[in-house]
C-alpha cells in the first residue's frame, strides 16, 4: 500500500508500484498502440520515467494518474514518431501478437479497439480502470464536460458497432 514513509526510490517501493500499477499501464498503452509488446515497451518506459523523475506524489490517487498522464504522453509520442509512422507492423502478417491481453479479449474489447483515440481512451480509462471523469480530465488535460461528450459519443459508436457484429 502507498505510504508517504515510503523512499520512492528503494526496492520495496519499486516492487510495489510495478506490483499494483503494471498491468494498469500495460493496458493502457495497448488501446493506443495496438501491439502487446509495444505496450510493454512504452510501460517499462513510464516507470523507468518515475525513477529518473522523482516527483513529488502526495497519495495513491496522484501516484496512479501520474502514471497514466506520462503514459498516455509517451503513446502519443510513439505514434508521431517516423519510425511507426514509416514502417509496416508485423501484426499485418503475424495475426498472433494482435491478440488483446489475457482476460480481456471479446467482441467488446475489440469493438473498443476500433474506436478513434480520444473515445478508445476515454471508455477504458473509465470502464476498465475505474477512473472517474474528473481523474480522466486530469489526465487527458481537458475538462469534465469534454471527458464527458466524448464517453457519450464513444457509447454511441461502441453501441452502433454491437449492433452490426
Known sequence: MYSKEHDPFDDKYIRY???????TVIRLCYTYVRNRH?????????????????PALESAEHEKAWLLRVAVNKCKNHLKSARVRLTVPLEEYDQGDTVPPPGEGGDVREAVLELPEKYRTV??????????????????????????TQLARGRSLLKKKLEVR
Do not use: M, N, P, W
Request: glycine share 4%.
Open 17 to 23: 508500484v510495478l506490483e499494483t500499477y503494471s498491468d
Open 38 to 54: 509495444d505496450a510493454q515497451d512504452i510501460a517499462e518506459d513510464v516507470f523507468c520515467e518515475l525513477i529518473r523523475s522523482r
Open 123 to 148: 471508455i477504458h480509462l473509465y470502464y476498465y480502470e475505474g477512473l472517474s471523469l474528473q481523474e480522466i480530465a486530469r489526465i487527458r488535460k481537458t475538462t469534465i464536460a469534454t471527458v464527458g
